[in-house]
């Protein structure tokens, strides 16, 4: 492995660390866009009081305002744990061409985290999960869809 | 289904059919906690240049705001469509209780939406995903999980 991925990885992990002190959970991210750092993000679930505030979402928003695209291609992330179901979506959507990761979602699970838990949730059918999941009225949800095929000016991503 | 569900997924609907005509995504979620709506969200990837806005990101944030809360035990989510694996990480991550929802993935499929391919990579191992997806420095990484597992007044969530 170069250098260049070496010393970024060390960023993230120092941000994960770094965010401890700092009464945060032990994730750091960074998004490298040729050959630099473009946006940096840490653990903001307790601090901020949002759940959706993981190192590597917080890192994404931040990237996708420095650059002022929702679309990150050509961009790398480098987080210092294996992205969660959430975060893993989140780099998908905003089509980041490669994730570099430190600890995994086990060692997550061994100091407390529920990263492996959702993995195996997504994994089975909605009907055998532990979080009911109940669809109604599919025939009246539908019409957004059909509306949103009949609009020609809509921005598609 | 009881009214009340319906009326909850109707403002949904509602939310997804308008936020077209705002120039969004045709998605739309509402957050109810004691039979009542605390906290409404759309898609707002292109306006907002995020590619985590999503609808049910959206209203899971502003609920958490609203509790002053990252947790929202006891609430539950109407969506106008299944939660992408981004969405549902978030939904696990924030402990709602239930959720309901109302088009499938196989439906945001069919009009252009990444849902299903997510899924789809989410459910192989690594090393078959599109995505390059690479674990370096292990060794360093877990420092971080060592001083946080070592912390005493530390903040679970």
Known sequence: MCKIHEDFMLEAIRLSKENIDNGGGPFGAVIVKDGK?????????????????HAEVTAIREAAKVLNNFDLTGCDIYTSCEPCPMCLGAIYWSHLNKIYFGNTKNDAKNIGFDDAFIYDEIMIPIEKRHLPTIQILPDKAIEAFVKWENKDDKIEY
């Open 37 to 53: 750092i473009i946006a940096k993000g840490v653990n903001k679930v307790t601090k901020n009081n949002d759940p959706t505030a």
